[in-house]
């Protein structure tokens, strides 16, 4: 006796092939095309489950597993991460370093509610600059370098907790971007491993 999967080949396993490779395409899409993005992987995702219902009204009902459920239980599972990774990517883009940071008096955070932030801003100066600044010109150390904001080179200020939220939100999106373009070399990857598994074990 030989298996004869044509029929199944064309009309289960390419279709669903297709719907994955389909649901890949977010990962080319700009991370704030919240529509477009959420659309692609909702649509996928109900794609695969009617396939998969369609495909088990047409068969005969057993009590163990068959290869075809481990089919479109995989494929279900591809198309749902790559929504679960939107999800987290889109999470990550609208991220704010603090939840309180707009519930502040004229949007900024209290000191209680940012101590890092404020603790640059509120930090007294030093007793030798206080004493330097008595003695007047006898001072052998001469003032450091100050650049036309009044704000001392070299080093970052961040009395302002709205300049911290924006570095903060801006290294947030980097990283959501490379989250989408590792998932784009991953996906695919686990994905032939999988068929491989697939044919070699189930149908070869």
């Not at 000191?111 to 003695?135: D, G, H, M, N, R």
């Not at 009395?159 to 999106?173: G, H, I, L, M, V």
Request: net charge positive; charged share 15%; proline share 8%.
């Amino acid at each position: 006796m030989r298996r004869a999967i044509g029929f199944h080949f064309v009309q289960s396993y390419l279709p669903t092939t297709l719907i994955v490779v389909i649901s890949w395409v977010s990962f080319w899409m700009d991370v704030d095309s919240v529509p477009g993005r959420t659309t692609l992987g909702v649509t996928t995702l109900l794609t695969v489950s009617s396939k998969s219902s369609g495909i088990q009204a047409g068969l005969p009902q057993v009590s163990y597993v068959k290869a075809i459920d481990v089919w479109m239980g995989a494929c279900t599972a591809f198309v749902f991460c790559a929504l679960l990774e939107f999800t987290f990517v889109n999470y990550l883009w609208r991220r704010r370093p603090h939840a309180d940071l707009r519930g502040g008096p004229n949007g900024k955070c209290l000191p209680t509610q940012c101590p890092q932030i404020t603790a640059l801003a509120t930090t007294p100066a030093e007793p030798k600059s206080v004493i330097a600044s008595l003695t007047g010109p006898t001072a052998t150390t001469p003032p450091p370098a100050t650049p036309a904001d009044g704000k001392s080179a070299g080093s970052p200020s961040f009395e302002d907790p709205t300049q911290f939220a924006r570095t903060f939100k801006q290294s947030n999106k980097v990283r959501a971007r490379q989250i989408d373009e590792y998932c784009r070399g991953i996906f695919p990857l686990l994905f032939s491993f999988f068929n491989i598994f697939y044919w070699c074990y189930y149908l070869l």
